[in-house]
């Protein structure tokens, strides 16, 4: 074989497996492979800054993928996040808490439920109470925004000057 066709077959096939793992990267880091599959119940929380976080963005407990936002809207100046929780994870406790994080340094947001004790204050010894459909999350964090943390160490870490 001709090493210059080779070459130009050889270069041909590094282009294509490029752009195939271009168009896997692509559909990994959007909400087209995110999605969450099957029934599902609704919750909602209310964030005083929900970040730059998405529709279609994951909702996790633990670092597993439990649902996913569905509405982000403003009502009463807070960011109301309406989220799809998967049926199958209806154990999680009512007084759990939701909060915006970002996966990695400068990676997409998401919301991350952070289970609570469930324990009924009216009747510690009777049944967990456990989310509904239409509940809210009563305890949030808001996102943090990266600009506000450089903010605050340029103005707290500088040294004083006597």
């Given at each position: 074989m001709n090493p210059r066709r080779s070459f130009a077959a050889g270069t041909g096939?590094?282009?294509?497996?490029?752009?195939?793992a271009l168009v896997y990267l692509a559909t990994q880091t959007t909400s087209?492979?995110?999605?969450?599959?099957?029934?599902?119940?609704?919750?909602?929380?209310?964030?005083?800054?929900?970040?730059?976080?998405?529709?279609?963005?994951?909702?996790?407990?633990?670092?597993?993928?439990?649902g996913s936002v569905t509405s982000i809207k403003l009502v009463n100046m807070q960011g109301q996040v309406t989220m799809a929780i998967g049926k199958r994870f209806d154990e999680i406790p009512a007084?759990?808490?939701?909060a915006v994080f970002t996966s990695g340094l400068l990676g997409d947001q998401y919301i991350a439920v952070k289970p609570g004790s469930g324990i009924n204050p009216d009747d510690p010894t009777g049944p967990p109470q456990v989310l509904h459909d239409g509940d809210q999350f009563i305890?949030?964090?808001?996102?943090?925004?990266?600009?506000?943390?450089?903010?605050?160490?340029?103005?707290?870490?500088?040294?004083?000057?006597k």
């Open positions: 096939l590094f282009i294509l497996l490029g752009f195939a087209v492979a995110n999605s969450y599959q099957g029934d599902t119940y609704t919750v909602t929380a209310d964030f005083m800054n929900v970040g730059q976080l998405k529709v279609g963005a994951p909702v996790k407990m633990a670092g597993v993928r439990i007084d759990s808490s939701a305890q949030v964090q808001s996102a943090l925004q990266l600009e506000d943390l450089i903010g605050k160490f340029l103005v707290n870490g500088a040294p004083d000057k």
